[in-house]
């Protein structure tokens, strides 16, 4: 057994939606376990009974089906085992997601998914649905595509107990992988489980196009950690690929000399280009020490950059990300180096001043997809 039981990003919004749906939760099914255990619908008493009939109607049902209900079932659970599953997933993923989207924009996705989900299973089961999964498996999708690089602690029970910290990419995709093998075994009758699994990955495909669709058309502000930066970081090193492949795919002539710094740049270029651009970015750095003013081309540069960067080589990074301010100041991407830059002195280096200096220098240059990531960085260095 996986228990999700936090995430390595740090939060700056309180994430005062989790909490309050998490109570929700809680209390309803306090109130369902109180009704159940004194009779419900049987019971002598006739308020139970009442309340019985009212949570009833408040399931999901496409025999029985009110567009309410879309709501109203995700608030209801079946066992303890169910909603506190439920729970023990929303808490470390809602609190990440809400950081990104708002109090707002996270319960609308929540909700909203959750009634994705619902309508899939009504107009392709006939059973009755309550629970809040879609909901959580939306808001776990959702987490993907913001933070697919990060890692999440998960407390392990099997034949050993521990913690251990997983990426998160890893182990979201072994629940949809579940998830969606247990749909169609279900589908060809190889098990009798209960359990709504058109809700689930209703919830899945919602959250994950949704967010992704708000990333993508600038709704929502992307940054270095999102799917969708990093889709285009992906795609831009594949054309500079094919583009270094046929530049540098000639006979050099023996008599030619040859510049040893051009050499020097050229062999950094192929070895970042053609798969291994730590070792690149290693030879780089150290190529530093003896050429300080030592340029690489501008790709070249953000990969070597960015390669850093996510090895948790924040310093050095930065440092390649400066030098290409320095030596690419015409570039049309400055902008987003130096806002990059700016939010690792902000958040990583603790460098407030170089921060500020950053946000100045730039201010005239950054776009609107730029401005909440810049309002969000002043307000922190205030």
Not at 72 to 83: D, E, N, R, V
Not at 161 to 181: E, K, N
Request: charged share 15%.
């Amino acid at each position: 057994m996986l228990i999700p039981i936090g995430t390595d990003l740090p939060l700056k919004r309180h994430p005062t939606v989790t909490y309050i749906l998490i109570v929700l939760n809680l209390l309803v099914f306090a109130i369902q376990w109180a009704v159940n255990r004194n009779g419900g619908i049987d019971s002598a008493n006739v308020q139970i009974q009442y309340i019985a009939q009212f949570l009833t109607s408040c399931e999901l049902s496409s025999s029985q089906f009110h567009i309410l209900t879309l709501i109203t079932y995700q608030f209801l659970h079946a066992s303890w085992w169910h909603i506190v599953g439920n729970m023990i997933f929303l808490l470390p993923f809602g609190k990440a997601v809400e950081d990104r989207l708002g109090h707002v924009g996270f319960a609308s996705l929540y909700l909203g998914c959750g009634v994705i989900g619902g309508a899939m299973h009504a107009f392709m089961s006939g059973g009755t649905v309550i629970g809040a999964s879609g909901s959580v498996c939306a808001i776990t999708a959702a987490f993907v595509v913001l933070a697919p690089a990060s890692r999440i602690k998960v407390l392990l029970i099997f034949f050993i107990i521990g913690i251990y910290h997983i990426p998160s990419m890893l182990f979201v995709m072994f629940f949809v992988l579940f998830d969606s093998f247990s749909l169609l075994a279900s589908l060809f009758g190889a098990q009798t489980s209960n359990t709504a699994w058109l809700v689930h990955l209703g919830g899945y495909i919602g959250g994950f196009s949704i967010t992704l669709a708000l990333i993508a058309t600038g709704l929502l502000a992307n940054n270095e950690f999102d799917l969708w930066y990093l889709l285009r970081q992906s795609k831009r090193r594949r054309t500079y690929r094919k583009i270094v492949s046929e530049v540098t795919d000639h006979t050099i002539d023996p008599n030619e000399k040859v510049d040893p710094r051009s050499l020097l740049v050229g062999s950094i270029t192929q070895i970042a280009v053609t798969g291994d651009p730590l070792k690149a970015a290693n030879l780089y750095l150290e190529a530093l020490q003896n050429e300080p003013e030592l340029k690489l081309d501008q790709k070249t540069q953000l990969l070597v950059g960015s390669t850093l960067i996510k090895a948790g080589r924040i310093d050095d990074g930065v440092r390649v990300y400066e030098n290409y301010l320095k030596h690419h100041d015409k570039a049309d991407d400055r902008a987003d180096v130096a806002l990059l830059l700016a939010a690792k002195y902000t958040r990583d280096l603790r460098n407030e001043d170089r921060a500020k200096e950053l946000l100045n220098d730039y201010e005239s240059f950054f776009s609107k997809s730029h401005q909440s990531l810049v309002a969000a960085l002043m307000q922190e260095l205030q």
